[in-house]
């Protein structure tokens, strides 16, 4: 009797575990497009359009191998519109019973396979370099579960950059390196584009009647959306733009989008590409010369060392990871997010990008929304399901962490030692975003003060019992009570007036 093997639009790899257990000659490969997924959160038109027409092209490679693909196209009468419906009706189309599937990188998925009335086998996702036997034995017995330390052992168990038992260089981390503002000008195109074929156009005219009402502009695509295409984008990433992404990887500018950046993590956690393939990739650039070590070393920390760790994180956490809210933040996602106007730039300019691209680099999410989302103690739910939604290379196994945990302080520190938080300062000194602003960073309290200059004391006010005594902050407390106490009294009363604003609907 054949076997089911499940594979769903995130594990588009040929090396995935399901697929190497399976037979070719007896088993059914089920891929489905189904609006369940396309609506848990009102995802991206661009990222659905990404995810749909790789799936397409994954199942047309795997029937030109040889293999029988049950794929369900979103607009098919019999769609049941469910993964677990999908797996049903071809159990009794195809006279089976048992499922193969490699374990969903979401336990929203995980659950719902769990819940499945078929005999569903979960193999583990090994397209990683850590497994979470791994991680578990790293974190065991730890008071801190600090990334550093994890990437380390990701750089020793993999070699990457390695000379010997020591790296390469003598430092583990360049990122000291890696904090420089923007230029001027940016020599780099940016990340290669491609023209939709026939099977993108039939997914880009499906995604414009289907979900037309999810924020987010579908038009021009331009994904790569199969594995030859998503190496040649690495490839013209790490010939042309690799070498000053260490420089600049955390810089902003309003006329440019993509600086130095890769844009490849949406390819990497869909399956175009390998984790290993990529720093290879890289490595091998700066073993040739064309690369800079703090460039190298820099991008590689984001895919052995990021990347692996916030995986860890989410399944070692558990199940309600995603919904810790450690600060207690209320307020509701302010319509700004999806695009109504405000006065910040720094906030239009992130969120136009999302809308425009369904991307923006780690500092922007960091340091410009999530930073406002922090300070103005926003709901971490809310914000988290935005980032889900809005990012192509969103899920939540790598987007929870990032914001629950490093953005919005929610896990309680589990993530990071303290609060992402700045002023106005932080993002004049990394952009451009405030020439030309309707707020002056230079303004502290009154007409035209930064809202950024506002929340951060306001932030760190409510909060001191909280983080009064965090070593790490202790500078930021100390100049707060420096200040003469007229001039916290205003600061705080302007803080309020402008939550108030916010919390109302007004323009901000």
């Not at 998925?109 to 819940?115: K, R, V, Y």
């Not at 996602?333 to 405000?342: I, K, R, V």
């Not at 500092?363 to 889900?388: C, H, K």
């Amino acid at each position: 009797m054949s076997r089911l093997i499940l594979v769903l639009g995130d594990q588009l790899s040929v090396q995935s575990a399901a697929l190497r257990a399976a037979d070719k000659d007896r088993d059914v490969v089920v891929m489905a497009e189904v609006m369940e997924e396309g609506t848990y959160v009102a995802h991206h038109p661009k990222k659905i359009a990404l995810i749909l027409s790789a799936m397409r092209k994954f199942a047309a490679r795997l029937r030109e191998a040889g293999w029988t693909v049950a794929y369900s196209e979103l607009d098919d009468t019999e769609n049941t519109q469910s993964i677990p419906g999908e797996l049903i009706r071809r159990a009794d189309q195809y006279g089976a019973s048992v499922v193969v599937a490699t374990r969903p990188g979401e336990w929203r998925l995980i659950a719902t396979l769990e819940d499945c009335p078929l005999t569903v086998t979960m193999l583990e996702d090994d397209r990683f370099v850590a497994s979470h036997a791994d991680f578990e034995g790293w974190a065991e017995g730890r008071k801190a579960l600090r990334m550093e330390y994890f990437y380390r052992e990701m750089r020793r168990k993999t070699g990457l950059m390695m000379d010997g038992d020591e790296p390469a260089g003598g430092q583990w981390n360049y990122d000291h390196d890696n904090r420089k503002p923007a230029p001027k000008e940016i020599e780099y195109s940016g990340p290669m584009q491609f023209t939709p074929d026939a099977i993108v156009e039939d997914v880009l005219a499906l995604v414009e009647r289907r979900f037309d009402d999810h924020f987010g502009d579908l038009h021009p695509f331009w994904f790569a959306t199969d594995q030859e295409q998503a190496r040649r984008s690495l490839t013209h990433f790490v010939k042309y733009g690799l070498a000053k992404f260490g420089d600049y990887q955390d810089a902003m500018l309003a006329e440019n989008q993509f600086l130095y950046h890769a844009l490849v993590a949406p390819y990497l956690n869909i399956g175009l590409l390998d984790p290993l393939e990529v720093c290879q990739a890289v490595e091998a650039a700066w073993k040739a010369g064309d690369v800079p070590i703090n460039a190298a070393e820099g991008f590689i920390r984001q895919v052995i060392g990021w990347r692996e760790y916030v995986r860890g994180i989410y399944f070692l956490e558990g199940p309600d990871y995603a919904r810790r809210n450690g600060l207690n933040h209320r307020r509701t996602l302010p319509n700004m997010f999806w695009g109504a106007e405000t006065r910040m730039r720094c906030v239009q300019k992130a969120v136009a990008q999302t809308k425009t691209e369904s991307y923006a680099h780690h500092i922007q999410r960091l340091m410009v929304t999530g930073n406002f989302a922090l300070l103005a103690g926003i709901d971490p739910g809310e914000v988290s399901d935005w980032y889900l939604a809005v990012y192509a290379d969103a899920f939540e196994w790598v987007e929870a962490p990032n914001v629950v945990g490093m953005s919005q302080f929610a896990d309680g520190g589990v993530i990071a030692s303290k609060p992402y938080v700045s002023s106005g300062a932080y993002i004049n000194r990394m952009s451009n975003y405030c020439k030309g602003c309707a707020y002056k960073v230079s303004v502290k309290t009154g007409e035209g003060a930064c809202p950024f200059n506002l929340l951060y004391w306001h932030f760190l006010d409510r909060n001191r019992e909280r983080f009064g005594n965090n070593p790490r902050m202790g500078n930021m407390y100390r100049t707060w009570d420096r200040m003469d106490a007229e001039k916290r009294t205003t600061v705080l009363q302007d803080a309020d007036a402008f939550l108030t604003r916010m919390e109302a609907g007004d323009v901000v």
